[in-house]
C-alpha cells in the first residue's frame, strides 16, 4: 500500500524557514512527478510547486525566490524548503506523488495526511 507520510510543519514567526518532508513508502513504481499543494481556510487549494522526472520544477508566483522543491538521492523523498515565511504562507501542506503503473504504464496520483504550517506576525 502506497503511503507518503508528511512532516516538517510547524509555527515560524514571519522571515523564519521551514522544511517540509515527505517520504513515499509501499511502492516499487517509477514517479511521474511530484510536488505540494497548499490550501489555506476558505481559499481555494493552491499548487505551490512541483518537480518532474527530468528534474523540472514548477513554483507558484507567491513562492518563487522563497521556496526551493528537491528530492532525496533515491527519489522517494520529497522536500520543500520554505524560507522568508510570510503569514500568507500559513495553510495545510500536502504532497503528492503520480506513480506509475508497471503494467499499464498509467499514472495514479497519491497524497499524504498534509502538514499544518502556521506564520505568524
Known amino acids: 500500500q502506497v503511503q507518503l507520510v508528511e512532516s516538517g510543519g510547524g509555527a515560524v514567526q514571519a522571515g523564519g524557514s521551514l522544511k517540509l518532508s515527505c517520504a513515499a513508502s509501499?511502492?516499487?513504481?517509477?514517479?511521474?512527478?511530484m510536488g505540494w499543494y497548499r490550501q489555506a481556510p476558505g481559499k481555494e487549494r493552491e499548487l505551490v510547486s512541483d518537480i518532474t522526472t527530468d528534474g523540472s520544477t514548477y513554483y507558484a508566483d507567491s513562492v518563487k525566490g522563497r521556496f526551493t522543491i528537491s528530492q532525496g538521492n533515491a527519489k522517494n523523498t520529497l522536500y520543500l524548503q520554505m524560507n522568508r515565511l510570510r503569514t500568507e504562507d500559513t495553510a495545510m501542506y500536502y504532497c503528492?506523488?503520480?506513480?506509475?503503473?508497471?503494467?499499464?504504464?498509467?499514472?495514479?496520483?497519491?497524497w499524504g495526511q498534509g502538514t499544518q504550517v502556521t506564520v505568524s506576525s
Open positions: 509501499g511502492y516499487i513504481f517509477s514517479s511521474c512527478g
Open positions: 503528492w506523488a503520480d506513480l506509475r503503473n508497471p503494467i499499464n504504464g498509467a499514472c495514479t496520483r497519491y
